[in-house]
Structures are given as structure tokens and as C-alpha cells.
């Protein structure tokens, strides 16, 4: 199975990251983490967006908050499915994050899921490794089947409290 690999600007988005890393895991999905900066070590986010496709991974989600180029920086550098998690900073709550990583322009495409959302990146990620993967695609279905048991059990906690 191809890996993900996981980019994010800075040490300060681990927590978002975090939950990327743990949903992964529980899906027995192999990943790298790395820290590259659109900005500050842009020919290292380069090397590794060009090199990622030879180095076994099939999709990448590249996690930054504030001006959130990196997601954009890294689909430009190659033909394989780019996820961003624009991260919540400490000025906009995020929205300047999300706008940055939304707004790309034409031929440089950018899945985007919701500020901070970690865990969806990590299942739109395996979303996308099991179109290939029958093994894959059948945990994701477990997954989806728990939650929804767990959804119903609360509801059913829920009923008649009220």
C-alpha cells in the first residue's frame, strides 16, 4: 500500500496533526511526518513534493496556519492528490488560513477539509488509498459502521432525558 505523507509548516500545527497521525494508525496506514516552511525551507518543500511519488507515497497532506501556502507550494511540485488542513492561528481564528489554502488557482488543485481538520484529512487521504485497496476500503467501512453505532448509542442515552 502507498504511505501518506504528512508536511506542516510548523512544530506549532502537531496538534492538529496529531489527530492526522492517530486516525492513520488506527487505519493501519504507514506515514512520514515532516516539518518543511512554504517559506522558510521552501527548496527542501520542493525536493520533497518532487521526490514523493518515487519514494512510495500515494497522497499528501501538508498542514499550515496563517498565510497557508504549503499546501499550495506542494501540489505545484507534483501530480499527486494534495490534501491542506488550514490551521487556526493566532490572528484570523483560521480564516485567512482556510482562504489560502481554498483559493488555487486553475491546474494546481487542493482538497481542503475544515480549519484544524486533522481527522478528516487523514480519512479523505485513506478515502483515496482505497480506491486501490480493497483491505483498506473495508476498515474504512468498519470505521464508518462504529461511528455510527456510537452516534446511536448517545442517542439513545439521550432519549427520554429530555
Do not use: W
Not at 4 to 12: A, C, T, Y
Not at 36 to 54: D, G, K, N
Request: with cysteine; proline share 4%; net charge negative.
Amino acid at each position: 500500500m502507498k504511505k501518506v505523507g504528512i508536511v506542516m509548516g510548523s512544530d506549532s500545527d502537531l496538534p492538529v496533526i496529531q489527530k492526522t497521525a492517530d486516525t492513520l494508525r488506527a487505519l493501519e496506514i504507514e506515514f512520514e511526518v515532516h516539518v518543511y516552511s512554504a517559506h522558510r525551507t521552501p527548496v527542501e518543500a520542493r525536493e520533497f513534493a518532487l521526490s514523493a511519488r518515487s519514494m512510495g507515497f500515494g497522497v499528501i497532506i501538508a498542514a499550515a496556519g496563517m498565510a497557508a501556502h504549503l499546501a499550495g507550494a506542494i501540489a505545484a511540485n507534483t501530480t499527486l492528490p494534495v490534501i491542506g488542513i488550514p490551521c487556526k492561528g493566532p490572528v484570523l481564528d483560521g480564516l485567512d488560513a482556510l482562504l489560502s489554502t481554498v483559493q488555487m488557482p486553475s491546474g494546481i488543485p487542493v482538497a481542503t477539509v475544515g480549519v484544524n481538520g486533522g481527522t478528516n484529512a487523514a480519512l479523505l487521504a485513506a478515502q483515496i488509498l482505497a480506491v486501490e485497496d480493497k483491505a483498506l476500503a473495508e476498515r474504512l467501512a468498519a470505521k464508518r459502521a462504529a461511528d455510527t453505532e456510537a452516534v446511536l448509542a448517545k442517542d439513545a442515552g439521550i432519549t427520554g432525558r429530555l
